[in-house]
């Protein structure tokens, strides 16, 4: 093989790796976004729960009031019947930790975004040419493997997240900057240069 063939096989191979690596990162971006979306949408539905709660106890609390002063037959009624999905909503949250699954959410995104950021790095470097193909090789095959751990021990996602995630990559550009917001939170000595 003579010198041109050698380097036009080493730049497809470049090229075909940084496909790969390119592809991995849309998929951990997405991972990333959709378990914080995922940890969202938990934490509002317990709020949601909470307050339910907390209404519906206020108002078992004065029907029975109700109840002992007017010696209402009603009131014992709608205390009853409140109380009754007042204990359903109870035993839900008792049986399924809404605040504890959205917490595993929020760890496997923080886990997650050093993943991102290390695939960022990677393209980086590959883009820089600081690595030799054998490096960058090792490199995503030892990023894939902990992203494996990582998503064995993380809880499944919604559809409902991924679609709100998807909307706030694509629509909200969640995640992206303009190089006048990016020199904002920089010195001045390391803005862009145009």
């Not at 497809?12 to 914080?36: N, P």
């Not at 109380?83 to 917490?103: F, I, M």
């Not at 969640?174 to 990016?182: G, H, K, L, W, Y």
Request: with cysteine.
């Amino acid at each position: 093989m003579d010198q041109n063939s050698q380097a036009e096989s080493g730049s497809d191979a470049r090229s075909i790796l940084e496909g790969q690596i390119r592809e991995c990162f849309g998929r951990v971006v997405y991972s990333h976004k959709t378990h914080e979306k995922c940890a969202d949408i938990l934490l509002a539905r317990l709020s949601t729960i909470k307050l339910t709660q907390i209404i519906l106890s206020s108002i078992t609390t004065a029907s029975f009031f109700v109840v002992i002063l007017g010696n209402s037959k009603a009131g014992a009624i709608i205390g009853v019947v409140i109380s009754t999905v007042l204990l359903v909503l109870h035993a839900y949250t008792k049986n399924y930790d809404l605040g504890e699954l959205a917490q595993k959410h929020r760890q496997a995104a923080a886990d997650i975004w050093l993943i991102r950021e290390e695939y960022i790095s990677l393209l980086t470097d590959l883009r820089a040419a600081r690595l030799s193909l054998e490096k960058l090789g090792t490199r995503r095959d030892e990023l894939l493997e902990r992203l494996h751990a990582i998503y064995t021990g993380a809880p499944s996602t919604t559809v409902a997240a991924y679609r709100s995630a998807q909307k706030a990559l694509q629509t909200q550009e969640d995640m992206t900057f303009s190089d006048q917001e990016i020199d904002a939170f920089l010195p001045n000595s390391l803005h862009q240069k145009t």
